[in-house]
């Protein structure tokens, strides 16, 4: 009797699971394992369900399985129990079906199993089935814990995707060392840049309150391979380098620990000075060398596995080692000197431009940095954004991969999205990684942003993030912005991975298996972000937007103290023409590239018309190989913009009874709004060069809905982040 009860509970609480009672809100992430509940999925539903019990009928541990092996196996086997039905059995000894995890060290036997372990090197893994002891079994493979952890969501993830688990045959290794987010986050708990409400470090309750927050970040960066994050703002406050703050830090490395992840804080240049102990923070002073050394030694003491400093310097009134007469290579080098004792590294950002150089903004940081090539510490990473602006919808790639071979660059990627719309635009952004890593920056001919990033055996490799995450119950703001966490993770681990085939990844776990729906989510995601590119900056303009908050558009905005602050500065559009001279005849920034790019990008005719305003200054007049004249085809491009968000919403629409009620209201409600802004954008950006170019809208445009007047008067006053 009491065994009926029991199954007719867990029945009914089946049945409200898989009707839409359920909430859906996006706080589990990608890592549902679960379709969300929709009749038409009952049948993938029960396909996961008999793979997963027949392929995952128990875990195979080590006998003393670490702390992060542990983590690996909680998280097998919650996902196991909730795609099969069935708690699995953790043994330590091999049954039939069972899920393996071993290293060389934890099972000998995997050496007489030819495995390409070696191909997996310290932090990858093999998946594989096999037979062991007679055995049937699936083996998650690594030469480490690392890899058992890594390789433990991998399976999840085949698992959650569909692959054929009985086929399964992987083996992964990261391409980059280092793959990190880099949290934008202040002591108040305010987000630079954040549009995902407050930071997620809730420093008042550290280090006592250990969050149950941390711990899911923990998980959802780990099943992407992120293994290290800076806490704090590169703006950063030097108070956070002080013994209750550590203290703070300490606490939350000790919950990311397991999940490989280790803890970096961004330093501020001046904290000798301004926390007292030097009169100022001149890196060749010996009492800063030794301030630095001791900082170091006691957050060690604190944070044994530290990772090191991120350091924003001499750049937008940062203190830097340039306030005392000294170069990048001097401070940077310094630093690195006192974490070198601790296997610590120095990220040096290479986000420098100033109000007292004259030169076009765009060439500073290399004018700044290449003459530097070789000078940094061996533990220096120099950290580059992906264009030579600032993380605009498109950029060409920064002319600095590339221009210094001894040097280690790594790749900084905004992830969110501070000039794409904030958290309501759906803007999905493995296009955008992967057109900058797959740029060749023909130093030499084949030499991608991706393969200089990846570097060459024994120096430390970079790509990072700046996070999108804060405390909304969906992490990010909306549901996609989830996929640019997720692609931003993927694409570290791998370079070389498309965007598109990560989307789908990303699909399949967040919404649905069916192909016919991965297929139209798909497709509205791939062409998002050249969605906005066109709404917003079409044809290589950039940095139209307002004033400081950075939400909507400026593109008359031209009062600003500092020149290069100034939308005017980037376009400047006349009565005779638009764009940025940056060929030959111009700021010749375009030099700074290798010879067949700058003789590409430094004549209009061959330049790509998505960069060709970046480049090119032309006459409004002039006429492109689409047989339109420069102004008419920015028109075009507005409105082509403005198109692509209507056909979102009508793809977004034919979605409704594939998605569950509340995700599909919500990413309903954020699309009307992106259409209203797409709008704003179009008719404001029109509006403002007629004003200038004086010419006609071409016939058949959708006339402007007000006069430039009204939209130079609209004030966006309380903009977030
Ligand atoms: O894009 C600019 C942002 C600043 C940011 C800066 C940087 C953290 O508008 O908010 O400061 O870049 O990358 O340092």
Same mark, same amino acid.
């Given at each position: 009797m ?15 699971k ?8 996006g706080h ?23 793979q ?5 009928r128990a ?18 086997r919650?996902g ?6 069935r ?8 049954v ?12 000998p036997a995997?050496?007489?199993?030819g ?7 310290a ?11 007679g ?7 690594a ?10 969501f ?5 698992a959650?995707?569909?692959?054929d688990?009985?086929q399964?045959?992987q ?13 934008w ?13 407050l ?7 550290l280090?006592?309150v250990?969050s ?17 994050t ?12 002080t ?11 000790e ?5 490989g ?12 000075k ?19 050394k001791a ?14 400093f991120?350091?924003k ?8 080692p ?8 001097d ?18 950002r290479?986000f ?15 004018s ?15 950290q580059?954004k992906?264009?030579a602006?600032d ?27 501070e ?12 296009p ?19 393969s ?6 024994g120096?430390p490799s ?5 996070v ?14 989830q ?10 681990w ?27 989510i ?37 009062? @600003? ?5 100034n ?7 006349d ?37 060709? @305003? ?27 913009g403005?198109q ?16 569950d ?27 403002y ?10 016939a ?7 006069t430039?007047?009204q939209?130079?008067?609209i004030?966006?006053?309380f903009?977030?982040?």
């Amino acid at each position: 009797m009491k065994t009926m009860l029991k199954a007719l509970i867990s029945m009914l609480l089946l049945a409200c699971k898989a009707t839409s009672a359920w909430a859906e809100d996006g706080h589990e992430l990608w890592l549902r394992y679960r379709e969300a509940p929709a009749q038409a999925r009952a049948q993938t539903r029960a396909q996961t369900r008999a793979q997963v019990r027949t392929q995952a009928r128990a875990l195979v541990v080590p006998a003393d399985a670490s702390p992060m092996v542990k983590v690996a196996v909680d998280e097998l086997r919650r996902g196991v129990t909730q795609m099969s039905g069935r708690e699995p059995a953790v043994v330590t000894v091999p049954v039939d079906g069972a899920l393996v995890l071993a290293t060389p060290a934890s099972l000998p036997a995997l050496n007489t199993l030819g495995l390409p372990l070696a191909a997996a090197g310290a932090e990858g893994y093999v998946l594989r089935s096999a037979t062991l002891a007679g055995r049937h079994v699936t083996l998650i493979a690594a030469n480490g814990e690392r890899g058992l952890l890594y390789g433990s969501f991998a399976w999840l993830r085949a698992a959650s995707i569909g692959v054929d688990l009985a086929q399964l045959d992987q083996v992964s290794a990261p391409k980059l060392q280092w793959r990190m987010l880099n949290h934008w986050d202040n002591a108040d708990r305010s987000v630079e840049r954040g549009y995902a409400g407050l930071s997620i470090w809730d420093w008042p309750a550290l280090p006592e309150v250990r969050s149950t927050r941390y711990v899911d970040y923990a998980r959802a960066n780990a099943s992407l391979g992120i293994n290290a994050t800076v806490l704090n703002n590169v703006n950063a406050k030097a108070q956070m380098l002080t013994g209750p703050w550590l203290a703070k830090v300490a606490a939350v490395a000790e919950v990311l620990r397991p999940y490989g992840i280790r803890v970096f804080l961004s330093a501020r240049f001046s904290a000798p000075k301004d926390l007292g102990g030097c009169a100022g923070a001149d890196p060749l002073d010996p009492c800063v060398r030794a301030w630095w050394k001791a900082k170091a030694d006691e957050i060690y003491a604190r944070v044994p596995d530290f990772g090191g400093f991120l350091v924003k310097a001499n750049s937008e009134g940062e203190p830097g080692p340039g306030d005392y007469g000294r170069s990048h290579v001097d401070g940077a080098n310094m630093l690195a000197a006192a974490l070198q004792p601790h296997h610590g590294i120095v990220i040096w950002r290479a986000f420098v431009y100033s109000e007292t150089d004259a030169s076009d903004r765009a060439k500073q940081a290399y004018s700044e940095f290449a003459p530097l090539d070789g000078a940094f510490a061996p533990n220096v990473i120099v950290q580059v954004k992906n264009g030579a602006i600032d993380f605009q919808p498109r950029e060409p790639f920064h002319p600095l991969f590339g221009a210094m071979p001894r040097t280690v660059l790594g790749l900084e990627v905004q992830i969110t999205k501070e000039y794409l719309g904030f958290a309501s635009h759906l803007a999905y952004l493995g296009p955008l990684f992967e057109e900058v890593l797959r740029a060749d920056t023909y130093r030499p001919a084949g030499a991608t942003v991706a393969s200089i990033i990846e570097g060459q055996g024994g120096r430390p490799s970079l790509m990072a993030g700046v996070v999108n995450i804060g405390m909304d119950r969906n992490w990010t703001g909306s549901e996609f912005n989830q996929a640019n966490w997720y692609a931003f993770g993927r694409m570290a681990w791998d370079p070389e991975l498309s965007a598109d085939a990560v989307a789908r990844e990303w699909i399949a776990q967040t919404f649905s298996r069916e192909p016919r729906v991965i297929d139209a989510i798909a497709r509205l995601m791939m062409g998002s972000r050249e969605a906005v590119v066109n709404y917003m900056t079409p044809l290589g303009l950039h940095h139209l937007m307002a004033t400081g908050h950075h939400y909507g558009p400026g593109p008359w905005v031209s009062d @600003l103290a500092r020149p290069e602050w100034n939308p005017t500065y980037y376009h400047k559009a006349d009565a005779n023409g638009i764009g940025f001279p940056r060929d030959a005849t111009g700021s010749n920034a375009v030099g700074q590239y290798a010879p067949e790019l700058a003789r590409r990008w430094g004549d209009a005719r061959t330049t790509p018309l998505e960069l060709l @305003l970046w480049f090119h200054h032309l006459s409004w007049d002039e006429r492109l190989s689409t047989g339109r004249t420069v102004w008419e085809e920015l028109v075009h491009r507005y409105d082509a913009g403005v198109q692509s968000v209507v056909e979102m919403r009508q793809q977004w629409e034919a979605l409704r009874p594939d998605v569950d009620a509340q995700r599909h209201a919500e990413t309903a409600a954020f699309l009307a709004i992106q259409e209203r802004e797409a709008r704003w954008w179009r008719d404001a950006c029109i509006a403002y060069f007629q004003s200038v170019s004086g010419r006609p809208l071409p016939a058949g445009v959708v006339p402007l809905s007000k006069t430039v007047e009204q939209y130079r008067a609209i004030q966006s006053s309380f903009a977030p982040g």
